[in-house]
């Protein structure tokens, strides 16, 4: 069965950086990327980035690119998010999930499945 459980989160001043990640096991066949969205309220949901699950380019939203990198551990079936130079409208719960493929159009579109808890990033002075 599919499970994920995000971790790494917490309080950091503008500029700074978080390391999440993500332990994944019971990947879907029906599915070939994995990836971050994230969710604040009153905000939509945004898919944040997503790396595919054999091979292919990562991938970024705009508001984020240059900033964050994701990466994965096959051997360990961890996937991260390594964040840096964050900003206040960076707060929010951060999810990791699957998606159909890892492509910017389906990142764009908000297409992830089968997420866990979620971390909380707050960025704050």
């Known amino acids: 069965q599919l499970q994920f459980v995000e971790s790494g989160g917490g309080l950091v001043q503008p500029g700074g950086s978080l390391r999440l990640s993500c332990a994944a096991s019971g990947f879907s066949a029906d599915y070939y990327g994995i990836g971050w969205f994230r969710q604040a309220p009153g905000r939509e949901r945004e898919g944040v980035s997503c790396i595919s699950r054999n091979g292919g380019s990562p991938k970024y939203a705009d508001s984020v690119k240059g900033r964050f990198t994701i990466s994965r551990d096959n051997a360990k079936n961890t996937m991260y998010l390594q964040m840096s130079s964050l900003k206040p409208e960076d707060t929010a719960v951060y999810y990791c999930?699957?998606?159909?493929?890892?492509?910017?159009?389906?990142?764009?579109?908000?297409?992830?499945?089968?997420w866990g808890q979620g971390t909380q990033v707050t960025v704050s002075s």
């Open positions: 999930a699957q998606m159909t493929y890892c492509l910017d159009y389906v990142l764009n579109q908000g297409k992830f499945y089968y």
